[in-house]
C-alpha cells in the first residue's frame, strides 16, 4: 500500500427544488487507497471504533475529483488524489456489519487512528491505518 487519503463529507437532503430527501444529518466517507499499478487487492471492509462497515469499492483513474452539488467551483481542494500512476481504489464507507469484532492486528492500527482498511493482496491480510478525515464540501444524496 502506498498512500492514503481519506475525506468525510455531510450530507444534506435532497437537491435542490426536489424537496428534502435522502439520508441528511449523516456523514458520507470515502477512502482512496494507491497501490502499485499490477497489486491485486480486495478490501473486505473498514474498521471504525470496535465495529467493521461494508464497503463499495471502485478503480479510479488518478486524478480524482470529489463531487459536490454544493460547490461546482474548480478548486485544488476538490482533488481527492493528484495524477498519479498507481492504481486507486475508492472505498466508500457503509453501515457496521453486526457480530465482528477486530483482531489484535486490527486493534493494533486503530490505536491513534481513525480508522482502519481490512484488506488482503496476494493471499496474505492487511491492516492499513487510517489517521483521520480531512472534511469537505457537503453533498446532496437522493
Known amino acids: 500500500m502506498l498512500k492514503v487519503h481519506a475525506y468525510e463529507m455531510p450530507i444534506v437532503g435532497g437537491p435542490p427544488g426536489r424537496g428534502p430527501s435522502g439520508p441528511a444529518g449523516r456523514t458520507r466517507r470515502v477512502i482512496y487507497l494507491e497501490v502499485a499499478p499490477a497489486s491485486d487487492v480486495a478490501i473486505e471492509g473498514v474498521w ?3 465495529a467493521l462497515h461494508a464497503v463499495d469499492t471502485t478503480i ?9 452539488a454544493v ?6 481542494r476538490n482533488i481527492a488524489v493528484p495524477a498519479t500512476t498507481n492504481k486507486v481504489v475508492e472505498i466508500v464507507v457503509g453501515d457496521a456489519l453486526p457480530d ?4 489484535s492486528d486490527a486493534l493494533a492500527a486503530l490505536r491513534g487512528n481513525r480508522a482502519a482498511i481490512q484488506a488482503t ?3 496474505r491480510a ?4 487510517v489517521a483521520g478525515f480531512e472534511t469537505r464540501d457537503p453533498i446532496y444524496l437522493p
Open 126 to 129: 492487511l491492516v492499513v491505518p
Open 71 to 76: 460547490n461546482t467551483a474548480p478548486d485544488a
Open 100 to 103: 465482528r469484532k477486530p483482531g
Open 48 to 50: 471504525m471504533g470496535d
Open 60 to 68: 479510479r483513474k488518478a486524478p480524482v475529483r470529489l463531487e459536490s
Open 121 to 123: 493482496s496476494g493471499g
